[in-house]
């Protein structure tokens, strides 16, 4: 770079001109989540130091209430630390894309479209679409998008099953078929970005690497307020708490929505992972975190933010309860799997995970405790807490705000809020019925 | 690892760390006292930071600051040797709040500060409760120049402002807490229950019982007059009488019994001792004569040591095993010089004495009044009262001795020279007056006349030399060097105590005399 151009790149840089009026409101806006966000740190610390104080009194909920802290906080800077690798052009290995489908007419084509579109040479790409046994056009709709996304030279495969064997039968088929390096799991719903695919693979290139989640924002978020919850819950999800495992590469679930896999290493434990049995019982959902758990257990999992895809969440209710019932349970019984071999990861990582199981197997108690029992003894609301609460889920809504720019971030925290202690019953019941398996069906 | 750890990230989080971690210390620490549980931090930056203070004051006599400081952690030279010596007498010193800025009532910091350190300069060292059990009740030494620190009330301020004196003193303390306050609520003025259990933790605080419930008036008769919770029989207004004798016993072994078994509860430490509210165990009672004997008989079986604040007595205590502890209540007048001057003179004083009042060496006003002003002690009634009586601190331990004193009658029927001085009610005296001279002994108040011989003795405006003399087989009163009476053997007096004044007139405002000059020697048998 000449001089001349070094001095013109700078002034452009610092170029006061470009302020305008509106940059001003930004910047200013900006700058005030960004206090709020830390004025909120500030509050939860102070209530901290007082609980520290008080520690003696109650040992078992003043350590909970500092684990919380130190965990929640810990997440955020930990993910402010957090580097993705750059991506090599010369790295280019051969990939094939696995949808397992069922009843999905609206959005398959969508799905199955957008792996034609990707920013990557066409011959490396291969897709195979399994229709599980719908009962509606998903067939057709798959058969006719296959014709599209041939005639741009890609290889793609429809597997046609009449009866329903179930979502892990077919990324399982999936694995056995595919031919190529990197196996990349869609969901049905779900829709890749442009340049999802270079940023997904660009990790491979370590050895030690076997998994890989993209960042998966919600598609129909503005839909009501429970999509909109989701979208600022899933933003979080993956931009901090993934990003914070993603330091040590022990992402503990690479999301079925959008995940690579290395297929030599999934060869190895497909049938394991597909005959998995817990207690005496089949597993027949949580394929994704059961996934992850049989390649973080010898490999890397990691999490790239700049590999994007956009996944349709529940908008109803019913919908959304039934499908945070099944992820509970996938997590008590993949958390009791991923515990026994943790320990050996990280010793950061290993600590966050353990601090993690203690804290959601004790929140039930310290919610009952906080939220039924003293208020009955002392006939007070239980005020502090679920202020508390609503303050640590407001700092997870600033983040939001920041980094996504002016959205509905306080409802949607509102309704988080709400959705928590409403559900709040929902891990203890998981524990009690993890055996039943009815809540397996979609 | 997936991780940025660049210099530039690492500096931008920890001078957020700093920002708010300073943002949250100074936020607890403006709001001291107001949010009773905030606290923390700022206590314990704050109290290390005095300590240090404290501590290179002490070492550098105040010139140099925290840098010697730090260094004089490791050095303990403070203060004098203590000598090989053991006490004969222990004083108690009481304050309420330390302050820095004044109500008119407690002491200020930086009073408190010089007093400190005034008593660790001259070779004062504090006791543990115990310790001072041990002394009174069980005939342990202790070294000379030992003394037992109480605060009274339990409030915040008797703890923030003190501890790091204490710290860097290596001194402790004993405090009195009302339990009806510090444990079963918060409050910005109280100590709590996790303040309490702090100070404990520390080592250099005791907690004891000051009360439960009788820290406050309460109504005593129709009328609504108020009185002492421990003194008086309270007015039962449902009832419309006072209540009984059964009634106040069982009211006060009631609180006696619930402070100390509260404190051994929550703070888990042992509680032997109780101080009075308003240092009122039954003295100052006003519609219960019997109050003192039951008060002293009830709370015997439950606590081993209990404090008073002595007004008009021995300042100081003695191995005499009794339950009342005497406590010399600090004023917020007094400068360090002032207290130094205070304990001394209560000090066991040699039995070889003179006195030419060139400075106040520890006379104590029990009623009338007493100046000491132009090398003269001047004693005089005043307009309630009929004569008036004093008394020489740190004389109690006194035996087999002459007392002589040049008096100057100004007027008045009588003049008497006390000896055996143990308290107002338990003393030895010549009584020499305009028309006899008489051996008068008061036993627990009772007046016993050995010998009195009728005469003039005593001359309004003239100067004479009287003389009590005390060995264990007699008493006898001189005049010049002339006995005039002796008491008869075989009474043996077998006693031991003070030397004091006592005048009288049966007319109000009406006697006064001046002491130039006493002298006292042992008598060797």
Redesign the interface.
Known sequence: MSPNKAAKNLQSKFSFKKISFSNIRKILSIFGSWFGFFFIIYIILLIKAVTVRNIETNLFFAAYSIIITTYILSRFLLSYFHKSIPYDKNYEPSITFVVPAKNEEDNIGETIRRFSEVNYSKEKIEVIAINDGSTDNTLAEMQKVSQEVRNKGINIKVINWKINRGKREGMAEGIKRAKNEIVIFVDSDSFIDKDCVIHLVKYFSNQEVGAVSAHTDVFNRDINLLTQMQGARYFIAFKVYKAAESIFGSVTCCPGCCSAYRRKYLTKIVDKWLNQKFLGVKCTFGDDRSLTNFIIKKYKAVYSPEAKAHTVVPDTFKKYFRQQQRWKKSWVRETFIASSFMWKKNPLAALSFYSYVFLALSSSIVFFRAVIWNPYVTRAWPIAYLSGLLLMLMLHGLYYRIKVGKRAWFLAILSFWFHTILLIWQLPWAIITIKDSRWGTR | ?????SLN?IMQ?LS?TII??L??IL??NLEIGY?S??N??SSLIKNNYEYLKYKSDISNGGNAFLVTGLFSIFKNDVGEDSSTETANLVPVLLYHGILDKSDGENVLLKDFKEQMFALKRNGWNTITLEELHGFINEGKKLPDKSFLLTFDDGRKDSYYPVDPILKALDYNAVIFVITKYSLTQSSKYYLDK?EL?EMLKSGRWEIQSHTKEGHTFYVIDQTGTKGHFYSDRLWLSDRNRLETEEEFTSRITKDFQESKSELEKYLDTKVISFAYPFGDYGQNSVNYSNATKVVLKTIAPIYQMTFYQAWGEYSQNSPNNKILVKRIEVDKDWNAQKLLEVINSGREKDITYTDNFEQDSGWVTRWGETLIDNNKLQIKSTEFSSGALVFLDGTQHWTNYQFNAEVHAIKGESITLVANYKDELNYDSCVFSTKYVKIEQIINGTKKILVLRKGASTFIGATRELGISTNNNQLSCSIGNTIIVKSKPPYTVKSSGGIGFKIWDPILNNSEIEIKNISVEPITL
């Open positions: 690892m997936y991780a940025d750890i990230k989080i957020l708010l971690s943002s949250v936020t607890l949010v549980n905030a923390l931090f996790n259990k």
